[in-house]
């Protein structure tokens, strides 16, 4: 009898520990974009931009993108989502994947084997947890080559453009089109285009508006800022906080550094995609309380790729966010 309690409460131990690293990842994530890559930068979309000083390595290729991509030899264009989603790894499903490897390891641990010590129904969900880590190992792996990849495709030696001031560093255009073997005709035909002082003010002002915005889940003002693409993305997220009952406050946020990397015209619309590190304070809070939840950021520094998308000719007060990528 004292071994089955022993046994029960060393499972027990196990779920409640695949609970906490389920959720961490939530919480670890916050802010507007939940430290992802998504979006689209044209022709572009699946070549790296050109590193900077503010971001002197790559940026990571998109997980979620409504431009589909190419494969030379393949029968079309692919997704890069993927059977569970391009952020596969991250939000709910991410969290659970981590919850099963923890758990798994505190069997170990325990003695109990990987997944061992569950008794009954308890073993029926055992086995489910090893099939799911089993499963969550392959993706990581499948993740890592398609990384490893693109990176590879994206070419090496790309060299940092001129900044710009204010906090970006000095005003200068874009280096050269067409960065990296993926890069489209199109993007090879696209044609550099000069930016303004005020269109980096614009920049910096979209920033700080649409983190805002972000804060007070209006999803209207999202809506006015950024593309329909990026704006379903934020609703996608600000209606997972609510499923969650939480809210992310975002606030205090405040350009440290920024540099363009690369600015063109191709088609209709004009692009520009710009380094910038920026502090802000990021709260995940308890809907109903008001009350910071357990492991929530705070005061932070990032350094994130933002592209900005207008009609080409049009005025600084015509950009809208198209893209948002993290660092590789």
């Given amino acids: 009898m004292s071994r089955f309690f022993a046994l029960k409460r060393g499972s027990l131990i196990s779920l409640a520990l695949a609970t906490l690293l389920a959720l961490a990842p939530a919480i670890a994530e916050a802010r507007m974009g939940g430290g992802g890559s998504f979006g689209s930068r044209g022709s572009r979309s699946w070549s790296a931009p050109p590193s900077t000083r503010t971001m002197p390595g790559q940026a ?51 003695g109990h084997g990987l997944f061992g010590g569950m008794m009954g129904f308890m073993s029926i969900i055992g086995l489910l947890l090893q099939i799911g880590l089993i499963v969550f190992l392959a993706r990581m792996a499948f993740n890592w080559w398609t990384r490893r990849n693109a990176n590879a495709m994206a070419g090496a030696g790309h060299r940092p453009s001129p900044g710009f001031a204010s906090p970006f560093t000095a005003r200068a255009p874009f280096g050269a089109a067409g960065f990296g073997s993926g890069a489209s005709p199109e993007a090879a035909m696209a044609k550099p285009i000069k930016i303004a002082p005020e269109d980096f003010n614009a920049f910096e002002r979209l920033l700080g508006e649409s983190q805002a915005a972000y804060s007070r889940e209006d999803l209207g003002a999202l809506r006015g800022m950024s593309t329909p693409e990026m704006a379903s993305y934020f609703d996608d997220e600000l209606e997972e906080n609510r499923r969650k009952g939480v809210i992310n406050r975002v606030s205090d946020v405040k350009l440290l550094q920024g540099d363009l990397s690369e600015a063109w015209r191709e088609g209709v619309d004009e692009y520009a995609t710009v380094a910038m590190r920026f502090a802000l304070n990021d709260v995940i809070e308890d809907r109903a309380t008001g009350k910071p939840a357990p492991g929530s950021p705070g005061p932070t520094e990032t350094s994130e790729a933002w592209t900005f998308r207008r009609p080409a000719g049009a005025g600084p007060q015509e950009w809208k966010l198209s893209a948002i990528q993290q660092a590789a």
């Fill in 60 to 110: 990571s290729p998109f997980e979620r993108s409504v431009t589909p991509r190419s494969i030379p030899g393949a029968a079309g264009p692919i997704s890069q989502q993927g059977a569970f989603g391009g952020a596969f790894g991250r939000g709910m499903l991410g969290g659970l994947a981590g919850g099963l490897l923890g758990a798994g390891l505190f069997g170990l641990l325990t």
